[in-house]
């Protein structure tokens, strides 16, 4: 039984993904977000899959999941946001302390994102230090903007597996 739940739950996934991404990525313009929202609205299809009999109006269930997902998210952040604004330092700026610290942080980032491939490095760069969307490095590099996505994956995963190797 619990074969069948997992092929229908696939069946499911392969039908309605592009159009579900589609919809919560124009709700939210965030690629890791939607990718997050997804899936958990695929989760929550998951855990009432035995209760769901019309497979036709699959997609109609799991845009409201998204929706009030991305509504949750929101709440949240704005929480964060008014809890941060209350939040006030005795003193705005860091200690002497606290610059070397953050100052070694730097060179050691700047040092490990040098070890990246040429190519994944520029990437990184354009993404991370210039703030460029993956559309518009495209544009820029001539790359389709999928391996731009790849590039910045290996990117992150290369650079959090040496941080994490790394310490102060």
């Known amino acids: 039984m619990a074969h069948q739940q997992e092929e229908r739950l696939q ?17 939210c313009r965030d690629y890791d977000l939607c990718a997050d929202l997804v899936q958990q609205a695929y989760i929550k299809i998951w855990e009432h899959l035995d209760t769901i009999t019309d497979d036709e109006k699959i997609l109609a269930l799991l845009k409201v999941y998204g929706r009030n997902l991305f509504l949750d998210e929101l709440r949240k952040k704005t929480r964060r946001e008014q809890a941060l604004a209350q939040y006030k330092p005795e003193s705005s700026s860091p200690s002497p302390e606290e610059k070397m610290i953050e100052q070694e942080l730097g060179r050691k980032l700047q ?15 354009l993404h991370k230090e210039q703030s460029l969307s993956y559309k518009q490095i495209s544009s820029q ?7 731009i996505e790849k590039q910045m994956n290996r990117a992150l995963k290369f650079l959090r597996q040496e941080l994490r190797n790394k310490s102060i």
């Open 111 to 125: 040092s490990t994102i040098s070890k990246l491939p040429a190519q994944q490095q520029k990437i990184f760069r």
């Open 11 to 27: 069946r499911i996934i392969d039908q309605t993904y592009d159009r579900l991404f589609g919809v919560l990525y124009a709700l």
């Open 141 to 147: 590099l001539d790359i389709a903007t999928g391996t």
